[in-house]
Structures are given as structure tokens and as C-alpha cells.
């Protein structure tokens, strides 16, 4: 029987086992951080508003935002993404923007030749399967960073498989004699024109903005009546570390707007933290989440009745 070979050549002094254990360390920490890019959440958000036309009580919004097509983000994961948000009883389905993952693809291209692919007609294919309920979607920084053929080819494949986009503009959602609007902006980096998207909605009127950017609300103020602004871009940080990974935001308030609600003196913010990764497909303490509106017309009222998973 031939004798066991050792793990190590040498005997292991002290500062050998603080170097081997950091390295281990890291290693072990990446790979938790790998298995956490698609850790999927499903977060319900309910919000009051005594504004709210009564038979829109219990309006149902799930949302997706920053999915980032690309070599770290697959068909596969997407899928399943698709596939959770099919499951969920809702009325409307809004992508917040960044759906594909614009020039940093390119990185990856020099480095790994297997990442050159089409991913826009791949969100397309994904995004095709959405099933139920009227679709909106916004553009982000990164499906506008390519450039205009790049932004027209996206907004068109998604318009084809029954995605409208809100660019700069508003959409009204009716049930009997009531009314409620759906504005949406392109982003703020780029081409957004806020009042453009509020120009056709009566004041009074309850309202809902999409934007990629929470950025946005350095521009909102409580004139405009917007109940509900419904944001990404973020990720939660990706990998959120406590009193740290905020001053790294690249957004004007990130202490107010990193992630989740935020009551405004107007009505609510809200910052999805997104499905998809970029540049390195790791996180912590930020799971990829899709998220679920119940708009209530007041305190207490009865929910409808549904068969469909919650």
C-alpha cells in the first residue's frame, strides 16, 4: 500500500496557516457569493391611498428591473425568472430598465470569445413568455448606452412580443368609469423628459411613474401628484456592506434610495433590486428580487378573491 502523500510539502508554522486559511477564506466567500446571484426573492409591498379609485382596489404590479442580458446573466436563469413572475396574480407587469447589459459586454468579449452573443433577441425570446396582464417597460442607462440602433433594435423586439415602452409618455388603465395613468421616462443619464411623460394626465388624477433611476426624484416635487415612482438601478448595492458599500452608489442620495421603500411627502419611492449582476455575477446581502404592489384604497379594505399563487 503506498503511503498517503501530504497536503503540504512542508510542516505548517503559524504564518503558513494564516496564509492558506485567508486564501480559503476568499475562496470560500466567492463561491458563496456565486451561488447567491440567483437566489431569487419575491418582496409584497402594500400601500394606502385613500385616492385611489375604489374598483382599482387591490391593483396588483409585479416588477422586474435591471435583468442585464449578458454572459453572467443566461436564458436558463431568466426563465426561471419569467416562470416565478407568471405564478403571481397580478394586473400589470412594468421592467424597470438595464434589461440588457450594454458596453460591458464588450469586456467580457476581449476575455472570454464564448460571451460574444445576441442578448437582445435572447430577453426578447425570455421576455415573450410573460404571461397575463398589460406589460410596460423603461429604458436604463445600459440599454441606451450602446447607442441608437442598439436602443431602437431592443425597444422594437420587446414591442413585438407585447412589451410597450413608455418613452417620456403615459399610458391610462381604465376599469368602468374610473381611470389611472402609467407615465415612464427614459433614463436620466440619457434622454428623460418628466414632464413630457405627465403632460396628458389630469393632476388630480391617481398616477404611477416608472423610471430606471431614483435619481429622478431630485426632480419630482408634491405639484406633480405622483402617488407611486417605481425604480432599479441600483441592485441593492450587489454586494451590500453595512456603512460602506453606499458611498459607492453611483446615484445622488444613496443613504435615502439603495434599496426598498421610502415614504415621500408626495406618496412612496420604491427601489427594486434588480435580477441580474454586472460586471462579476457575485452578491451579499442584496438577493435579486422581483416585487409585488397591492394598492389598496384604504386601511383595512377587503382583498379580491384570488386562486392564483400570492
Known sequence: MKPTRPLFKK???????????????????LAFMFTRRDNLAV??????????????????????????????????????????????????????GDIITGAVNDFW???LPISSHDYTAM?????????????LAVLGNHDQWDGLDTEKRLVAELEKVGIQFLRNTSTPVVRGQETIHIAGIDDVWFSHDLPGSL???????????????PD???????????????CGHTHGGQLAIPYLTHHFMPIDNPARYMAGLVKEDHGYTYVN????????????GAPPEITRFRLFTAKNHPARNTTAAT
Not at 11 to 29: Q, Y
Not at 67 to 84: C, I, K, N, P, T
Open 273 to 284: 433590486r434588480g435580477i441580474g449582476t454586472l460586471v462579476f455575477p457575485f452578491r451579499l
Open 109 to 111: 468579449k476581449k476575455w
Open 216 to 230: 429622478i426624484m431630485t426632480d419630482i416635487n408634491k405639484k406633480m401628484g405622483i402617488d407611486l415612482t417605481i
Open 43 to 96: 418582496e409584497t409591498v402594500r400601500l394606502n391611498y385613500p385616492n385611489l379609485p375604489p374598483v382599482f382596489n387591490d391593483y396588483r404590479i409585479t416588477q422586474i428591473s435591471d435583468l442585464h442580458a449578458s454572459f453572467w446573466v443566461g436564458e436558463d436563469y431568466l426563465m426561471r425568472v419569467v416562470e416565478r413572475v407568471n405564478q403571481l396574480d397580478k394586473d400589470l407587469v412594468v421592467v424597470t
Open 199 to 213: 403632460r396628458d394626465i389630469p393632476i388630480e388624477q391617481f398616477k404611477i411613474l416608472l423610471s430606471h433611476s
Open 11 to 29: 510542516p505548517m508554522n503559524r504564518r503558513a496557516f494564516l496564509k492558506h486559511g485567508f486564501r480559503f477564506s476568499v475562496l470560500g466567500l
Open 123 to 135: 430577453v426578447a425570446r425570455v421576455l415573450g413568455n410573460l404571461k397575463a396582464g398589460k406589460k
